[in-house]
């Protein structure tokens, strides 16, 4: 059975939308594409490239073309990108130039595949789609990068009602410019309690 892995930038306040560039996403008028770029350093550069090691991505729609027309020109700054398998939940789409593309039709699908053998599913971006993982439970890590920003618009992580659910915190760092990287794993269902006692 394969992992899925969750991987995201996100602000204080939950924001995931458009972490690398004013032109990744300014859909439903996105004004501030790009709020990573003041908080890199040598510490979050050598998570991200711990992180993205080769392994098959699942990936939503629309990360998929954004990273489609992208990714082919500079693979040079992700090594691997290109060799692994793409798989993509899409309703709409069903081929792409982008070599090693498989598209997915339902939640069915995605299920099969994690049931199957192989590597680790990294999923990056795709919004909609981690939301549609997190209320089904398929989700068994998430790796989040906590940027110390608030945004107060944007699609957000955690939308959309995800399933209680436990998670233990494996791994963590903070980088000089105060992000908070942190592994979390899947750990069982919700305990609750009374403080104090």
Sequence with gaps: MRKI????MITLDGVMQAPGSPEE???????????????GDEVLGQVMEKLMK???????????????????????FWPGINEVTKYVLS?????????????LESLADIEKLKNSEGSDL????????IQLLLKHDLVDELWLQ?????????????DNGPIPAAFTLTESVVTSSGV?????????DVKTGTVGV
């Design 54 to 76: 080769p392994a098959d991505l699942l990936l939503g729609r629309k990360t998929f073309e954004i990273w489609a027309d992208y990714w082919p020109k500079h693979a040079d």
């Design 146 to 158: 906590i940027h110390p920003l608030t945004l107060g618009e944007g699609k957000k992580l955690f």
């Design 122 to 129: 990294k999923v990056w971006g795709s919004s909609k789609l």
């Design 91 to 103: 309703t709409t789409l069903t081929a792409s130039d982008w070599q090693n593309s498989v598209f």
């Design 180 to 188: 908070f990287i942190a592994n979390y794993k899947r750990a069982g």
């Design 25 to 39: 996403d300014p859909s439903g008028g996105f004004n501030y594409g790009g709020w990573t770029a003041p908080y």
């Design 5 to 8: 892995i969750v991987l995201s």
